[in-house]
């Protein structure tokens, strides 16, 4: 079942993330440990990492997808790598965008299998045998920086700039996975996403320690559907206010917005009770294309919930064209310095 994060943890830091902060520190400690001894794997491709500080979305991955498009203009076979979070494999598994279920494999990983293959790996070494096995050279990791024991020849860390790091405490006490000291180590660049000045701290300590720094955003498409539109908008990502922001940027009217915890897994009584909120305000529906895959292969009521939503879709769109094609240069170039050594 998925958990939603508390509130506290994006607000400025109070009396409940002091409480927890020898928790926090004890977390941040073996956290920091955990990456410092950490045993990577190497494999025979450039790995580029796609990751974030913080627990909870921050546009991960529209990134990786964008990635993905890149490095395949350049002549790369990529292939995703993922743990599936929300999903229930247990082994390596092949993602079928056609025939696979959320409940399965996740949600991001049916969004991902769209464009390039994505393998479902509790053990990343093994998802990344088995994507080399069959044929990708490039392989993108969605997330995975803090644990995962695969090399990651580049990570680009993705922070969204209205939301930055929250209250700064680490878990319990806030949303970072670690210290940001401690994983500021092992980035190599950072991707602040959408507009705000919240994460200009990390900006300025990540350009100070000699990392470059990208900006990108979210692009919304198919906006004439939504133009004048009044909705009802629902969404079980990491940052449902971000997809509200978006429908809002589209042009339609959020009128009532729902929030669910991330990788919610709608039952029949949310179907029944978003559909009667809709007609009640005479409202349409709308939802995030992850929300989406999520209603796919239910019951008779989240099947009329999914005929009764429209879809905001998104992309990444980045504020200088080349980036993707740095980004994907500075992989494949740190991996040929990797085998060649």
Not at 128 to 142: S, T, V, Y
Not at 213 to 238: C, E, N, P, T, Y
Not at 302 to 313: F, I, K, M, T, Y
Request: glycine share 10%; net charge positive.
């Amino acid at each position: 079942m998925a958990s939603e994060a508390p509130p506290f943890w994006w607000e400025a830091a109070d009396w409940r993330a002091w409480s927890l902060s020898p928790l926090s520190a004890l977390y941040g400690l073996v956290a920091g440990y955990r990456m410092a001894s950490a045993k990577r794997a190497k494999v025979d491709v450039p790995v580029l990492c796609v990751g974030n500080f913080t627990v909870g979305g921050e546009g991960k991955t529209p990134v990786s997808i964008a990635l993905a498009k890149q490095a395949k203009k350049l002549g790369r076979k990529p292939g995703f790598l993922t743990r599936g979070h929300g999903g229930s494999m247990a082994t390596a598994h092949l993602v079928d965008a056609k025939k696979d279920l959320s409940r399965h494999v996740g949600d991001e990983p049916l969004l991902l299998a769209r464009h390039a293959p994505t393998l479902v790996a509790p053990d990343r070494l093994t998802g990344a045998r088995e994507l080399i096995g069959i044929g990708c050279d490039f392989i993108i990791m969605d997330d995975g920086f803090q644990s995962a024991r695969l090399h990651m020849d580049y990570a680009v860390m993705v922070v969204d700039a209205r939301r930055g790091l929250g209250n700064g405490h680490v878990i319990p006490g806030g949303p970072l996975r670690a210290r940001l000291i401690d994983q500021l180590r092992y980035a190599d660049a950072l991707l602040t996403m959408g507009e705000g000045s919240a994460a200009d701290h990390v900006v300025r300590k990540a350009s100070r320690a000699g990392r470059p720094v990208f900006q990108a955003g979210l692009k919304a498409r198919g906006v004439r559907a939504i133009k004048g539109g009044r909705f009802l908008a629902f969404a079980g990502i990491g940052n449902p206010k971000k997809f509200f922001d978006s429908v809002t940027g589209a042009g339609g009217a959020v009128v009532e917005g729902k929030s669910f915890p991330d990788h919610h897994p709608y039952d029949d009584d949310d179907a029944r009770d978003l559909i009667a909120a809709a007609e009640k305000g005479e409202l349409q529906l709308i939802t995030t294309e992850k929300d989406m895959v999520r209603l796919r292969g239910g019951s008779e009521a989240l099947s009329a919930l999914a005929e009764h939503c429209r879809v905001l879709q998104v992309e990444a769109q980045f504020d200088a064209p080349d980036m993707p094609v740095t980004i994907i240069e500075s992989t494949i170039e740190a991996w040929r310095e990797r085998i060649l050594k």
